[in-house]
């Protein structure tokens, strides 16, 4: 993915020590170049000392920020000092920008505290906070009031704020696809469409008979079918799935594919219970674990809401995302079996082979139901994350949380992993008083507080921190 580009503030108070800034503006670029992130900050030609300390060091920062307003993805004020608060909080107002920010303070050191030496830091970060508030301005904090550059936690703030920006702007403006209509059987992935829309997030609709229709105008030895035929055999085990099956899945994604590129999709949720096998004869599974895989979340049964929280997690971790049921009790109360028949992203498995369903087989035909993926989720941390619309109250919610993916290889088929949870009663007392869907997404990665701060305090969305 793109390397994301911070504007960088650096305060200054005159009566504080000036050296102090011109070390910490420099330790700060180079640390966030070293990270691979993009800097753009005053320079000492502009201002003193590359600093913001007065109205008019304010207004060329906010012009600078302005004009490179579409790289900007987040800004991060760094003191120094104990910075001057008035002229921080009026650069980001002036700028215009609407996008995260991170407040960021130098720490003192004991045997320092002379007059050449002295910061206050601690104190000026205090009172920057306190005017951002005042102009109305969201803001993030470091994990301690005062940190290094250097130190890991510092490091750890400034990779979960990355993926803070990256949830923010990934949702603006995002087109989610829906892929034939919602199963009548599935009222829990009911979402609103106008709640959605309020978010700056758009669903484009196509009727799954419309995907059909293209496919059966399609040549089996088209050259686009015959290279995703290979990319599915490249990415799977298959010992029993015959090739007319194959060729189905390779017209199935070459539409997808065309589809999603023409609309600018970046999630999509496929109807598959019944009418895929009953009309074309495929279970779509593996065609969406590759979609997932090439970062495209593609989500069961129209859950465009499942979809929604796969790409979020996504944009988190720069990780694929996986949508799976909340299917099972296992060995003690903070156990859980998650299930799917199976979709997940290929690189989610220890090891995936592609097969027939064995649920949906039982209905109509373990033959019309190949494409179905098999295996074990990888043991591994991991976030799980639920976003909903509550149209009874108007409102988006969600919750997130982590937990273990363990090594346990559950004595069953499909797609499954063994969560463990930490008070995952208490998590599925929430879930169920909440009304919240069975389905959850969930992501190899450790990523539950970026989610947060995203979603509540950026996009304004209910949030529930599990175990936070």
């Known amino acids: 993915m793109k390397s994301l580009t911070f504007g960088l503030i650096v305060g200054n108070r005159s009566f504080f020590p000036d050296a102090v800034v011109v070390e910490g503006r420099e330790r700060m670029i180079k640390l966030l170049n070293d990270m691979g992130y993009n800097v753009v900050s005053l320079s000492p030609g502009d201002t003193k000392l590359g600093a913001v300390e007065t109205l008019k060091d304010a207004k060329k920062c906010a012009q600078l920020f302005k004009e490179r307003s579409d790289e900007l993805d987040g800004i991060i004020i760094t003191l120094p000092n104990f910075g001057d608060e008035k002229s921080i909080a009026h650069a980001i107002r002036m700028s215009g920008l609407n996008v995260p920010v991170l407040v960021h303070a130098f720490p003192d050191h004991p045997d320092r505290l002379d007059l050449a030496n002295r910061r206050d830091s601690f104190c000026g970060k205090i009172s920057v906070c306190n005017n951002l508030n005042q102009f109305g301005i969201k803001f993030t904090l470091t994990t301690y009031h005062t940190e290094e550059p250097e130190s890991e936690e510092f490091k750890r703030d400034v990779e979960k704020f990355a993926g803070i920006c990256r949830v923010v702007k990934g949702l603006k403006g995002a087109r989610i696809g829906a892929v034939g209509m919602r199963p009548t059987a599935f009222n829990t992935v009911r979402f609103s469409e106008k709640l959605l829309e309020n978010l700056g997030i758009s669903v484009e609709t196509i009727d799954l008979s419309e995907i059909i229709a293209r496919m059966k105008k399609l040549s089996p030895n088209d050259r686009r079918v015959a290279e995703r035929v290979n990319e599915l055999k490249k990415n799977f085990v298959i010992r029993i799935v015959p090739e007319d099956a194959l060729i189905q899945m390779g017209k199935l994604k070459t539409i997808l ?212």
């Open 257 to 468: 594919d065309e589809w999603i590129e023409d609309n600018e999709i970046r999630a999509l949720a496929i109807q598959c219970w019944t009418s895929m096998e009953e009309n074309v004869g495929i279970a779509p599974c593996a065609v969406m674990s590759l979609l997932s895989e090439n970062m495209i979340p593609a989500a069961c049964e129209v859950d465009i809401m499942g979809a929604l929280s796969m790409y979020v997690l996504q944009l988190a971790s720069e990780k694929p995302s996986a949508l799976a049921d909340w299917n099972n009790n296992y060995k003690d109360e903070d156990e859980v079996i998650l299930f799917h028949c199976g979709n997940f992203p290929v690189s989610m498995y220890e090891t995936v082979e592609m097969r027939y369903g064995d649920v949906i087989g039982t209905i109509v035909g373990h033959e019309n139901t190949y494409g179905a993926c098999a295996g074990k989720i990888k043991a591994s941390p991991f976030t799980f994350l639920r976003v909903s619309t509550d149209d009874i109250h108007g409102k988006v919610k969600a919750y997130v949380g982590e937990g273990e993916i363990t090594d346990e290889d559950p004595k069953t088929f499909g797609s499954r992993g063994v969560a463990r949870i930490k008070n995952l009663q208490k998590l599925m007392k929430f879930i169920c008083k909440g009304g919240f869907e069975h389905h959850v997404a969930i992501n190899l990665s450790r990523v539950a507080e970026a989610v947060a701060e995203a979603l509540e305090n950026y996009l304004g969305i209910e949030t529930y921190h599990h175990g936070h």
